[in-house]
């Protein structure tokens, strides 16, 4: 198994603490709007995370810049093997000349001709005996990029969740406030009947249907405005999972509170373990340390086994005369001075190095402060909705009684109004409750590392 697969066994993420749900199965993909898979069917929570993984433009591009360190992992490898090549050469000349490989062969060659012309075919071929540790360490570096890359797709895989489970949140409280003020709007509606009819008997003054009729058109407003917000974050869900805005999803109706967190040192101490962006910035240092020591090794002398084998037939238009024959040899090179060339190498590396130390630290008191921050807003979440059943208890028994008072003619308007008002806003506040519970839940699953 090759080093990005077994990193990829070794980055293999389990589902966090968001609660387990039965999975729905969507109907297989059409192609809809721009020639997007275009799903429909029912849909939950988890299940459009899924299908964001499997069609998200973003983690494809992240898994595309694997593939590329990978390949650039392998050329730093292939320094460190033996190296041939083969050459030929026709000429024509007058004078002597100097010829070497084509750009890019390696190992190259170069070889003076002092014949009036010739037909000439080598083998060349170069192994590294000691480099002082150049070639190894630049080798370490790139494995360790490459180790990086795998924990930015791993990243970008939970990023990738975290913005689809957080759109489709949206969708589903943006919903249930439309279906909390689709009852309001039938409620103030039965409301003008009533007035109408007691203004036409002499019960109710003009005023009173007048601020009925008030009442309807504002919360028609209202509804066509969160039509619209409702449409905004559905395109906003489906393009998150990449998939075509002409999707058509059938979303559960209700959702439940997530659970309670677990404690605050066991949720930090798994982001800072598991969390990949944090996990790609230690590969990263680790890079650094051995571009370092890449750069020190630069002061080092170098050697390298060099052979050849040529054939050559001298003047082969005229009177041929052909040689063949080989070298071995040993190159050894030392580099006296250079100007100051490695020493400046050497203190960028180092810079380099210290400068990833410090992100790496910014990154993991940054991760802390989320987690914190996330769990606060989960346990504020999981409060609030305990206190809005109360409220929301409380504001229905009051509307029944106001209901049943406006009925048989025993209560104002303005009394029925504040009843209906109150439950209102104590099911919108059910619903807010609900869900910022369920959005923190998901930006907690996303600060301590699993999607």
């Given at each position: ?109 170069i070889q003076l001709y ?68 689709t009852w309001q709007l ?266």
């Open positions: 198994m090759s080093l990005a697969g077994r990193l990829v066994l070794t980055f293999s993420l389990a589902v966090g603490p968001v609660g387990a749900q039965t999975e729905e199965k969507v109907n297989p993909p059409e192609k809809g709007v721009g020639g997007f898979p275009s799903l429909a069917g029912p849909l939950n929570a988890e299940t459009a995370v899924q299908l964001g993984l499997e069609n998200s433009l973003s983690l494809a591009m992240s898994r595309a810049q694997l593939r590329q360190q990978a390949a650039m992992t392998d050329e730093a490898r292939s320094q460190t093997r033996p190296q041939l090549s083969l050459n030929g050469y026709g000429m024509r000349s007058t004078m002597p000349m100097i010829y070497q490989s084509a750009p890019g062969v390696m190992p190259n060659f002092d014949r009036p012309g010739a037909l000439s075919a080598s083998a060349m071929f170069m192994m590294p005996l000691f480099t002082g540790g150049a070639l190894e360490h630049q080798l370490q570096a790139a494995e360790q990029s490459e180790k990086g890359a795998v924990a930015r797709t791993a990243f970008s895989l939970r990023e990738t969740a975290r913005q689809v489970r957080v759109n489709y949140f949206k969708v589903q409280e943006t919903r249930a406030n439309f279906q909390v003020l039938s409620q103030n509606q039965e409301m003008e009947r009533i007035a109408q009819e007691q203004l036409r008997v002499g019960k109710a003054a003009p005023f009173v249907r007048l601020r009925a009729q008030a009442e309807v058109a504002a919360t028609q407003q209202r509804q066509n405005e969160l039509q619209a917000e409702q449409t905004e974050k559905e395109v906003a869900l489906k393009t998150a999972m990449g998939v075509a805005v002409d999707s058509n999803f059938e979303l559960p109706k209700e959702e439940s509170p997530p659970i309670p967190p677990a404690s605050l040192p066991e949720l930090l101490a798994t982001a800072l373990a598991e969390r990949s962006d944090i996990v790609a910035a230690r590969y990263a240092v680790e890079e650094g340390d051995q571009l370092v020591s890449a750069a020190v090794s630069e002061y080092s002398p170098k050697g390298y086994l060099v052979g050849m084998l040529e054939s050559t037939r001298t003047d082969p238009f005229a009177m041929a005369r052909s040689e063949t024959g080989y070298s071995v040899g040993l190159v050894v090179s030392f580099p006296l001075y250079d100007g100051g060339m490695r020493e400046a190498r050497e203190e960028r590396a180092r810079a380099t190095l210290e400068e990833r130390q410090l992100k790496l630290r910014q990154l993991e008191l940054d991760s802390s402060g989320q987690v914190t921050a996330a769990r606060a807003r989960l346990l504020t979440g999981l409060q609030n909705y305990d206190l809005s059943k109360v409220e929301l208890a409380r504001a229905e028994e009051d509307w029944r009684i106001a209901h049943l008072r406006m009925t048989v003619g025993k209560a104002i308007y303005v009394e029925v109004l504040d009843a209906l008002l109150a439950l209102s806003r104590a099911r919108n506040n059910q619903v807010r409750s609900l869900y910022s519970a369920r959005m923190a839940e998901a930006d907690l699953v996303y600060a301590i590392g699993r999607y």
